[in-house]
């Protein structure tokens, strides 16, 4: 069975500093892995996705994820954090069940930027 | 623009009331997805609609039912909402089950 695991439910960062938001996940095959961004009382929007083309994916806003196989982590970064940014952040990964893909989401983290 | 809409974004119901939430998408996409989020936690899949075959998941209250009427169209029907029902609602669509989802901002329903 897929899932995701977010370290650090909450991460704050100043204005201008490195954003990393941290996601490990299992698949039992080689997943497809996506970093969603929620806005408070917003729905989901689409950061970014890998679907095991090239390894570094860039996103919208500056963020961008690396996948590493051998660490089976799909981690966001984005060199310089925006007061806008500040947000619910998950991680996804989607893997085949029967003909379908299942999406599996992480619990998410809390992007908090402070000035 | 193409998209995912939902109505109402704000809903507002007694306990045991039946309620039906609304869904549309301009997308075209074969898949419609209903997803149940409560406060601090990630999205719960409840069910999802490829064309009009209804998929549900297996731990999905039977107080959850959905009709899909065509494409563009997707409703969340709660026939007897209790207080643990109150949450955000996020509909979703993908051109098919292989795709990449697109998701709609959200009903926040509240049970009193």
């Known amino acids: 069975a897929q899932s995701v695991t977010q370290l650090g439910s909450h991460v704050s960062v100043s204005e201008g500093a490195l954003v990393l938001l941290r996601c490990n996940y299992s698949s039992s095959v080689p997943p497809y892995l996506f970093w969603y961004v929620q806005y408070p009382n917003q729905g989901l929007q689409l950061l970014l996705k890998?679907?095991?083309?090239?390894?570094l994916v860039k996103g919208i806003n500056g963020f961008e994820a690396e996948f590493k196989k051998s660490e089976t982590s799909f981690h966001l970064t984005k060199p310089s954090a925006h007061m806008s940014d500040a947000a619910e952040y998950f991680c996804?990964?989607?893997?085949?069940?029967?003909?379908?893909?299942?999406?599996?989401f992480g619990s998410g983290t809390q992007l908090t930027v402070l000035p | 623009d193409a998209m995912v809409i939902q109505n109402p974004r704000y809903q507002v119901t007694q306990f045991g009331k039946p309620v039906t939430l609304s869904c549309s998408q301009t997308l075209n996409h074969n898949v419609m997805y209903w997803y149940q989020q409560k406060s601090s936690q990630a999205p719960k899949l409840l069910f999802h609609y490829y064309d009009k075959d209804f998929n549900n998941e297996a731990d999905t209250p039977d107080n959850f039912q959905s009709r899909r009427p065509n494409t563009s169209f997707c409703f969340l029907d709660i026939r007897s909402p209790g207080l643990g029902d109150a949450a955000m609602y996020l509909c979703?669509?993908?051109?098919?089950?292989?795709?990449?989802?697109?998701f709609g901002p959200g009903t926040r329903l509240l049970v009193l």
């Open positions: 996804a990964v989607s893997d085949r069940k029967g003909s379908a893909r299942q999406l599996t």
């Open positions: 979703a669509t993908s051109r098919d089950t292989l795709e990449t989802q697109y």
């Open positions: 890998y679907t095991s083309a090239a390894t």
